[in-house]
């Protein structure tokens, strides 16, 4: 059983700022790439931004660019989205994803259960 636990969503105003961070936790031997999506009301889910565990490439959304940094701990197995100059559409239900090795083979891709982040005066 693989489990991503997201936290530090909530309701902030333009311009502030917020950090999320998700954790895996379960039975695994390694996590690959990790990521955050997003989800609006009323629209699909969209890449927010991506980082490899090696080497640490990062991916980011062109909506995002220069306003979200993606980090990770693998030592914690963790990821962090470092979100500032929040924007009211940056309004959406956050989710972690990641690519976890759980024996051999190809890796499982799971998702977190979504943390709300609400951008509004």
């Known amino acids: 059983q693989v489990q991503l636990v997201e936290s530090g969503g909530g309701l902030v105003q333009p311009g502030g700022s917020l950090r999320l961070s998700c954790a895996a936790g379960?039975?695994?031997?390694?996590?690959?790439?990790m990521g955050w999506y997003r989800q609006a009301p009323g629209k699909g889910r969209e890449l927010v931004a991506t980082?490899?565990?090696?080497?640490?490439?990062?991916n980011y959304a062109d909506s995002v660019k220069g306003r979200f940094f993606i980090d990770r701990d693998n030592a914690k197995n963790t990821v962090y989205l470092q979100m500032s100059s929040l924007k009211p559409e940056d309004t959406a239900v956050y989710y972690c994803n990641a690519n976890v090795f759980v024996r051999g083979g190809l890796p499982g891709n799971y998702w977190g259960q979504g943390t709300q982040v609400t951008v509004e005066h």
């Open positions: 980082i490899t565990k090696v080497g640490g490439t990062m």
């Open positions: 379960g039975t695994f031997y390694n996590i690959g790439t």
